[in-house]
């Protein structure tokens, strides 16, 4: 039984994230050919993480994996009635992933790209771009990261990839006039070898659901340099798209991905957030104690659904 299947475990010097242990390397992964029609083609059956695995995974886990095990029971023993069963954080995040019904409400912009106000972009944004485009030249699947502007207190965590686990963010405090806003990094996908093609052609899709199902939705958001006004052929291989949405009591999905490609299907990990207000943050210490039982559990199967501290800030 694999204990992380996903992220890479090195610590990013860009960004300083501690990534989790995972697969190999997507630079020496195969993926299967483009599907026709698809400008971004399908993720592969077996394929690449977020990030590339370090070297020193393996050894890595087997120096701490008892101790990450003795200190997520501790966990979820505080959590007391908080814990969860690995199978019901399943059924959770099933019912959070499943397709929501979509309500209209003319109140609400249908566009989480139309911007009542400039955004203040979160400090890591730079860092993030670059790590995007190192990844998509290195051959790495469409990934989404989501970071919430300056003065918003959130946390958020990531699972590995095949645990089916989409990423976590709490927001902490009713942000500013009741919107949050932020802005999503996404790259073209790099695991079918045609990384450079798609910098050239890719336009994306933002999708945000709010809790009452309201939905809002851009599609053909092209590529900066674009934007900017250069031939529409000028190469980018990390995107950034300013959003904002309602600040909605519950949990708000948040995903993002190339026009044309699978979406979020088969690639949960990477490219959906559920975001949870603050008065329903998500509870990482029940998360942990499922993690545990799923590990002992003979019965259980696949990754360990491991949550990772991912980016955080005010």
């Given at each position: 039984m694999n204990l992380i299947s996903g992220p890479g475990g090195r610590s990013a010097k860009a960004t300083g994230i501690m990534e989790a242990p995972g697969a190999a390397d997507p630079s020496e992964v195969q993926g299967p050919g483009q599907v026709q029609g698809s400008?971004?083609?399908?993720?592969?059956?077996?394929?690449?993480?977020?990030?590339?695995?370090p070297r020193k995974a393996r050894r890595w886990l087997s120096v701490v994996g008892g101790s990450v095990a003795a200190l997520a029971v501790m966990l979820g023993a505080v959590g007391g009635s908080s814990a969860v069963s690995s199978a019901e954080l399943g059924q959770s995040?099933?019912?959070?992933?499943?397709?929501?019904?979509?309500v209209v409400d003319t109140t609400v912009p249908n566009d989480p790209t139309?911007?009542?106000?400039?955004?203040?972009?979160n400090g890591k944004v730079e860092a993030v771009l670059i790590e995007a485009e190192s990844d998509a030249r290195r051959g790495v699947a469409s990934t989404v990261t989501f970071l919430p502007s300056k003065g918003t207190k959130f946390q958020?965590?990531?699972?590995?990839?095949?645990?089916?686990e989409p990423r976590r963010m709490n927001i902490l405090e009713l942000p500013e006039?009741?919107?949050?806003?932020?802005?999503?990094?996404?790259?073209?996908?790099?695991?079918?070898?045609?990384?450079d093609e798609y910098a050239r052609s890719n336009t994306y899709t933002v999708h945000v659901t709010l809790p009452d199902g309201v939905t809002m939705v851009r599609e053909g958001h092209p590529r900066n340099v674009v934007i900017q006004g250069l031939p529409f052929s000028t190469a980018e291989y990390a995107t950034a798209i300013d959003v904002e949405f309602p600040y909605r009591s519950g949990i708000t999905r948040?995903?993002?991905?190339?026009?044309?490609?699978?979406?979020?299907?088969?690639?949960?990990?990477?490219?959906?957030?559920?975001?949870?207000?603050?008065?329903?943050?998500?509870?990482v210490t029940a998360a942990w104690g499922a993690s545990v039982r799923h590990l002992f559990d003979s019965d259980s199967h696949g990754p360990i659904p491991f949550p990772v501290p991912y980016y955080r800030g005010r």
């Open positions: 400008v971004d083609g399908p993720l592969p059956e077996t394929g690449p993480s977020p990030r590339s695995s995040a099933g019912r959070a992933l499943s397709t929501p019904m979509v139309q911007l009542s106000a400039t955004i203040s972009r958020s965590w990531y699972f590995g990839y095949k645990t089916g006039g009741g919107i949050v806003r932020g802005t999503i990094v996404v790259n073209p996908s790099g695991h079918t070898g045609k990384a948040l995903w993002a991905a190339p026009g044309g490609s699978a979406g979020i299907d088969g690639y949960v990990e990477g490219r959906l957030y559920l975001v949870h207000s603050h008065d329903q943050k998500w509870s």
